[in-house]
């Protein structure tokens, strides 16, 4: 590897910088090419910072051009250039200010870190280290200051301009076709909450009062001709910010709250103060152009972002460490609100399928670390889902354990107590720990352990006696860095079934503590005995998934399928249902028959009529486990060909038994017209896609007219989709025409493209490969735009199992090669794309040769190497 290796950042290393940083004004002179930014802090030294100590500043790939003291230029002797710093030689004793001028070129900034273009108008993303590539600056998150920006443009150009904070000042440049605005942001922050955007954009608007009174304006920047498409979010803005006064007590806190919708951007969004920015696609929507899901995804990420300015903002990080403080608990905050506005066990069920095809697998691979970690090297690289899933359930589980109201009283002692402040996980805890007296500290082993912990259960039942014997123990498989690990208290949601379905009472219970239905696991292992259980019942554990742990019990096939259509708790009949799938799955991916299928196979179709249940919920019954959960749940000597073969077996079983069953429920089953996003209609169209999923690989006739049929008549993307996904992956004849109509019809629409491009990627015909690699020469694709490389590259590799494992080696070959591509323009795009190589320890022998020498491939190539790709590679090779 040519790169320079990257000095580990250690969380036990931290210490508070020697100065202070009170005030900044930066002053924007915006150019493609040349644009000056001048940045006049106010400066003093921290108590006990001796006198002429170095003050040291952060930069990346800055053009310097001047610095002053106290309106004093600077001689070249009273400073150091470094590559990555500004050193005042000897700053003086007392407040003073400093001013610097730098040089950038947004134009030519690729990495969409710092301040770039996207569609010709300037935005920034500093978020972790990305104002370091604006100006010098202490860039990290325990550097509280109050910001005044001036930004100044070409009028025509950019006729907006949009800063932190609230408008004070705006006006002609006089002489000039230049025009300016100030923004002041009186909440003290640090530098990666700093935004500006500068542009020609349309906008929407809306007035929204506080529960106090106070008068916000709502703004929402597109590009022109994107305004119709913007009222979504501005609607789920509004809902957020009123579900944030009633269930946390928190109000917005400026007289503007502005999001901008860019199509250049790294991630989903970014929380600056009062400006949020946003990758269009979490913004943009409308029937014929956004998915059910899409919907779902601005609703989601719009309420993130806008919580943000609590858990976040308001009060931010101490170090990067800290990264699941407002992680974890933002990604808390805005499942609860979906659960809030849509339904809560269809929410739970989702919200647990992302943890565990996402962070399941990251905690059980090489790139394992702790919600907080304790080093990095590159700490774009902890963003996570160990960081913000695993983190929102660690939050979660407070909750379990502390119950609603003490819940509740922890949150309001940590705002109340930390607000203005930089925070670690050791005050959230101990906001907690104060406002209920409970004893947290067993607890946070979940914020410095990693790895799933497996949960075994064997229980057994004495009639005799009536008593229920549960024997319970916990391991935690060894994690880098960790080889062992102290037991995690585990809050077990439970209940007894009885024979008819319902819970079953108990007189006491021994060997653990039990609150309410809520069973705390403590100890590596424990026997709990319930008293006075009247018949033998069937534990039903874990219901809403109270813990982010694996369970192996010695509940049978029999107690499962009973389970999964009588459990009270739908969260635990869809774990039966998947518990049962993945189990003969996995028997069939070994080449042997697995009991009970016409059993599971009546099971499902029962639930799928089941008109007393929510439809939302009966399609994700529908679903069988993806080929990553089976991989998942293998561990070791994984083949994704047989389990690849052994799901669509399994699928194509249920939907031969199925089909007349689930022709005339198809035929049943009517969204609401005309369309409405809302939680029910997106419901009703989810479930019949599922069940058109099964009439197009059934491979009968009627199913392939039916999936036509879909096609041509869909109104809105959920459906059209949807079809074109059978008529793709099930090779139906018209499926060509099928995919040229989709591309003329969304040819001016990339982020229905983007679609089109996944719809591609995840076919698993053999030749799927190349057809990839053509399609980044399709003048829709572009490998600057990350969404378009997410859609294609990003689906391929990470979406489409069989062929990234082709047994030839070639999917891992084509990962290393764009990986180096992608890397030399924009490394986080980059090492993301590589995480797709997570797994790779657990494939079976010749696919693990294969994707380790495509790994080694990559840490030996010529081209220098960024810290955020060497770090992913380093890591998975260890
Ligand atoms: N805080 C941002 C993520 C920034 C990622 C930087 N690499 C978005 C969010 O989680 O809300
Ligand atoms: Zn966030």
């Not at 069940?691 to 197009?696: M, P, S």
């Not at 003329?744 to 995840?762: C, E, G, S």
């Amino acid at each position: 590897m040519r790169s320079e290796t990257a000095v580990p950042v250690k969380l036990s290393e931290y210490t508070p910088t020697p100065y202070a940083i009170k005030t900044v004004d930066l002053d924007f002179n915006l150019a493609p090419d040349n644009t000056i930014v001048v940045a006049r802090s106010a400066i003093e030294p921290r108590e006990g910072t001796s006198a002429g100590t170095p003050l040291v500043l952060n930069g990346d790939e800055l053009t310097f051009v001047s610095a002053s003291v106290n309106g004093e230029a600077l001689g070249e002797e009273a400073y150091a250039i470094g590559e990555t710093t500004f050193t005042l030689k000897t700053p003086p004793a007392e407040p003073f200010t400093l001013e610097i001028t730098t040089k950038l070129s947004p134009q030519a900034n690729t990495k969409l870190m710092g301040l770039y273009r996207s569609s010709g108008n300037y935005c920034t993303q500093c978020e972790a280290e990305g104002f370091r590539r604006i100006t010098y600056f202490y860039d990290r998150p325990d550097v509280l200051a109050v910001y005044t920006t001036r930004i100044e443009a070409n009028k025509l150009d950019c006729p907006v301009l949009l800063g932190n904070g609230n408008p004070v000042e705006s006006g002609d440049v006089e002489g000039t076709d230049n025009h300016y605005a100030v923004w002041h942001d009186p909440h003290p922050k640090p530098a990666y909450l700093f935004a500006l955007v500068a542009g020609n954009l349309g906008s929407i608007s809306e007035k929204y009062t506080t529960a106090s009174g106070k008068p916000v304006d709502l703004n929402i920047y597109v590009e022109h001709g994107n305004e119709d498409r913007a009222d979504w979010a501005m609607d789920s803005l509004i809902r957020s910010m009123r579900w944030d006064e009633k269930v946390f007590g928190r109000e917005y806190d400026l007289d503007v709250f502005n999001i901008v919708a860019v199509s250049d951007f790294n991630m989903g969004a970014m929380e600056n103060k009062g400006l949020n920015i946003f990758n269009d696609k979490y913004i943009l929507a409308d029937p014929d152009t956004a998915t059910d899901a899409d919907y779902e995804g601005i609703e989601t990420v719009v309420a993130h972002e806008y919580f943000h300015n609590w858990t976040g903002n308001r009060i931010t990080c101490r170090d990067w460490f800290q990264l699941c403080l407002k992680e974890g608990l933002t990604v808390f905050r805005d499942h609860e609100f979906s659960s809030d506005e849509r339904s809560r066990p269809v929410k739970r069920i989702a919200d647990v399928r992302v943890l565990k095809s996402h962070q399941f697998p990251e905690d059980a691979g090489p790139l394992a670390h702790p919600v907080r970690p304790d080093v990095y090297k590159e700490i774009s690289n902890f963003y996570t889902a160990t960081v913000y899933e695993k983190g929102s359930e660690l939050v979660s589980m407070i909750k379990t354990i502390l119950g609603e109201d003490g819940f509740r009283k922890g949150m309001d002692l940590y705002f109340d107590r930390h607000d203005g402040d930089a925070a670690t996980i050791e005050d959230f805890i101990k906001s907690f720990e104060d406002a209920t007296g409970e004893d947290l500290s067993q607890f946070a082993l979940w914020y410095s352990q990693s790895g799933t912990p497996e949960l075994t259960v064997a229980t057994h039942y004495d009639d005799a006696a009536q008593t229920f014997t549960m024997e319970v123990s916990q391991k935690t498989r060894p994690t880098p860095n960790q080889d062992s690990k102290k037991p995690f208290v585990i809050p077990v949601r439970f209940g007894l079934v009885g024979s008819d379905g319902s819970d079953l009472a108990y007189a006491k219970v021994e060997g653990a503590e039990v609150r309410g239905n809520v069973l705390l696991i403590k100890e590596d292992a424990q026997t709990i005995v319930f008293h006075g259980v009247s018949e033998k019942p069937v534990a039903s554990l874990l219901r809403e998934f109270s813990a982010p742990v694996t369970l192996k019990s010695d509940v049978t096939l029999d107690e499962q399928l009973f389970l999964m259509g009588s459990d009270s708790d739908p969260f635990n009949r869809w774990q039966a249902a998947q518990t049962v799938a993945t189990h003969m799955l996995i028997q069939m991916s070994e080449g042997s028959e697995p009991e009970g299928t016409s059993r599971f196979i009546a099971a499902i179709g029962k639930i799928a009529e089941d008109d007393a249940l929510d439809m939302a919920f009966r399609a994700l019954c529908l679903q069988l486990p993806t080929e990553g959960d089976i991989a998942r749940e293998l561990g070791s000597n994984v083949d994704p060909e047989a389990i690849y073969k052994a799901r669509r077996t399994l699928r194509q079983k249920i939907a031969e038994t199925l089909f007349d069953r689930f022709q005339s429920l198809y035929a049943r089953v009517e969204p609401a017209k005309p369309f409405s996003p809302d939680a029910a209609s997106a419901g009703a169209r989810a479930l019949r896609n599922s069940l058109l999923g099964y009439l197009a690989a059934s491979g009968k006739a009627d199913g392939a007219q039916i999936a036509r049929d879909h096609f041509e008549s869909a109104d809105n993307m959920s459906d059209r989709i949807a079809a074109l996904n059978c008529l793709v992956h099930e090779r139906i004849d018209g499926y060509q025409q099928a995919l040229v109509a989709f591309c003329d019809r969304h040819q001016k629409t990339p982020l229905a493209i983007d679609k089109w491009f996944v719809v591609q990627a995840t076919d698993t015909s053999s030749d799927t490969l190349e057809r990839v690699k053509e399609l980044t020469n399709h003048p829709a694709f572009s490998w600057s735009n990350p969404n378009r490389v997410r859609s294609l590259v990003g689906a391929f590799v990470a979406g489409n199992q069989r062929c990234f494992n082709a047994a030839d080696g070639s999917g891992y070959n084509y990962l290393s090669e764009i990986t180096l591509k992608i890397d030399r323009a924009n490394p986080q795009l980059a090492a993301r794309m590589l995480n797709a190589f997570r797994s790779w320890r657990a494939l079976e022998p010749t696919r693990r040769a294969l994707a380790e020498e495509a790994l080694r491939k990559i840490s030996a190539a010529e081209q220098p190497l960024s810290p955020d790709v060497s770090d992913i590679t380093e890591r998975c090779l260890q």
